[in-house]
């Protein structure tokens, strides 16, 4: 079976300050696939960062940056001078499977507030 | 432009009454998925598709029925409704590689009475 544990469940930082949302995922299979996705008050579901199991490479992408790390088993999101902007709920997701069928498993998202 | 459409966006019926959501891609994914979003619980998966005609149950699949006769439909079929199951429902698609983001529709707000 596999898990994702987002143990954070609410974060709430002032403008301008950075702030790390925790991933620890579960598998068993070898080749698998990490996301991270945003949803914003309004709903939608928006795609940030996919990493696969083979590419630890740290990546950053403006304010944006993730941590992967196979031996801990996480994949930390870190944002550099936080915005209002950044008021989300962050969901962590990891898709793995074997014999061609890859099911999809999502934590239970951290809520971001950033205060002004 | 690339989108997954789901219909209806808000639905509210009663208790036994058959209903379907329809979920539609125009990126010819193979990979669709339906997921419930309920407070506290995340994402959870119903059911995914590998392709056509080849569907697998995820975590949650009681209560649900799919199928997978065209590549860029995948409709959530719930056969007789419960309240338990009132809910966001999001569908989505993606490439099977797994090296793909997921392109989400706009979800479905389910209210079963």
């Known amino acids: 079976a596999q898990k994702v544990t987002q143990a954070q469940t609410e974060i709430s930082v002032v403008e301008k300050e950075d702030v790390t949302l925790d991933c620890v995922y579960e598998?068993?299979?070898?080749?698998?696939?990490l996301f991270w996705y945003k949803q914003p008050p309004s709903g939608e579901l928006v795609f940030l960062i996919r990493?696969?199991?083979?590419?630890?490479q740290n990546e950053i992408s403006g304010r944006y940056s993730w941590n992967f790390q196979k031996s801990t088993s996480s994949f930390n999101f870190t944002i550099t001078a936080s915005q209002v902007v950044d008021s989300a709920v962050y969901f962590c997701?990891?898709?793995?499977?074997?014999?061609?069928?890859?099911?999809?498993?999502f934590g239970t998202g951290t809520k971001l507030q950033v205060i002004p | 432009e690339a989108q997954v459409t789901q219909n209806p966006r808000y639905l509210i019926t009663v208790t036994g009454k058959k209903l379907t959501v329809t979920c539609s891609q125009n990126m010819n994914h193979e990979y669709m998925s339906w997921y419930r979003q309920d407070p506290g619980l995340g994402l959870r998966q119903i059911y995914y598709?590998?392709?056509?005609?080849?569907?697998d149950k995820g975590d949650v699949p009681e209560g649900y029925k799919v199928s997978r006769k065209e590549k860029r439909n995948f409709p959530l079929i719930l056969e007789s409704p419960s309240p338990n199951q009132t809910s966001l429902y999001f569908c989505?698609?993606?490439?099977?590689?797994?090296?793909?983001?997921?392109?989400f529709g706009q979800g479905t707000r389910l209210t079963v009475v």
């Open positions: 598709s590998m392709n056509v005609e080849v569907t």
């Open positions: 598998t068993r299979d070898t080749t698998y696939y």
């Open positions: 997701a990891l898709r793995s499977g074997s014999g061609g069928y890859q099911k999809v498993t």
């Open positions: 989505a698609s993606s490439g099977t590689g797994g090296y793909t983001e997921a392109f």
């Open positions: 990493r696969n199991s083979f590419d630890e």
